[in-house]
């Protein structure tokens, strides 16, 4: 049985919140916002996924026993749960004072819209067609965390704060869209077996990685249209992006979500890339 930070790593899905808390890092960084203000995001947005995490695998934690998900920490130990309500109170108050100390507009954006897109899936939205809409919602919103965000009251160096441009937001919602696909699609003989049913639950596994697929490419293509980076950079990231793709495809297990992740960093790498020149 694990207890301490192994329990709590392992049940704050880490990889999601490694995936999340780097893009928004280093969109901050990208957008040249002071140190501390790159640091205020970053742990702005992890506070708000760990919450996310761990109140996901609270509300399934008897559905994770019954469907026998023994790598889930809370099935397989029902007494570990009062320890994952304490951490999760404690980084829902730290989300919430990190995000006010971000600026209002930014705050709003990242617990309304991104955290609450989190919360609201874990509170029903899963289990119904809408399922898709908080990643769509969430991932739409997270660029413009970093952008609301600015340098800050005090006058430092840096950019001034301001929405993030639409074609960051549509390619953040693509990503968020498929990246839900991706991230169901090797538990759903598990979620058949406890009901749910989301919009995933709807479709063959081929049409998942299919719609996934179009939403990658969607995305790369607004990355492309909105940041337009030099012939360079364009070439090399479809280059990087190709492989990747074909895990998409053709990968099994959690492959296709890893790919799917490789393939944001990607995105953000050549937006990052080209506001730096």
């Not at 800050?152 to 498929?178: I, V």
């Not at 979620?191 to 998942?208: I, M, Q």
């Not at 053709?250 to 730096?276: E, I, K, M």
């Amino acid at each position: 049985m694990r207890r301490g930070l192994p329990l709590l790593v392992a049940s704050c899905h880490p990889g999601p919140t490694v995936v999340v808390t780097g893009l928004a890092t280093a969109l901050a960084a990208g957008r040249g916002l002071p140190l501390r203000r790159v640091a205020l995001v970053a742990g702005a947005v992890l506070a708000g996924q760990l919450t996310i995490g761990w109140g996901n695998d609270l509300v399934d934690a008897e559905r994770d026993r019954v469907a026998g998900r023994l790598d889930k920490p809370l099935a397989e130990d029902p007494a570990a749960r009062r320890q994952v309500r304490m951490a999760l109170a404690g980084a829902t108050v730290g989300c919430l004072v990190l995000s006010r100390w971000c600026g209002r507009g930014a705050g709003l954006v990242h617990v309304v819209l991104v955290v609450g897109s989190g919360w609201a899936y874990n509170a029903g939205l899963k289990r119904t067609t809408l399922s898709i809409l908080p990643y769509a919602v969430a991932f739409g919103g997270l660029p413009h965390v970093p952008h609301l965000t600015g340098a800050g009251p005090d006058g430092g160096r840096g950019p001034a704060a301001g929405p993030a441009p639409l074609w960051q937001t549509a390619a953040g919602a693509l990503l968020g869209c498929s990246a839900h696909l991706l991230n169901v699609l090797p538990d759903l003989d598990d979620d058949a077996l406890t009901g749910v049913r989301g919009y995933p639950h709807r479709w063959s596994p081929a049409a998942l990685r299919a719609q996934a697929a179009a939403g990658l490419v969607g995305a790369q293509l607004a990355v492309l249209l909105g940041a337009r980076p030099s012939r360079r950079a364009t070439l090399g990231g479809l280059a990087l992006a190709a492989p990747l793709a074909v895990g998409v495809v053709r990968g099994r297990g959690r492959t296709p979500f890893w790919c799917a992740a490789a393939l944001a960093a990607v995105d953000v790498v050549t937006w990052v890339g080209t506001a730096s020149r």
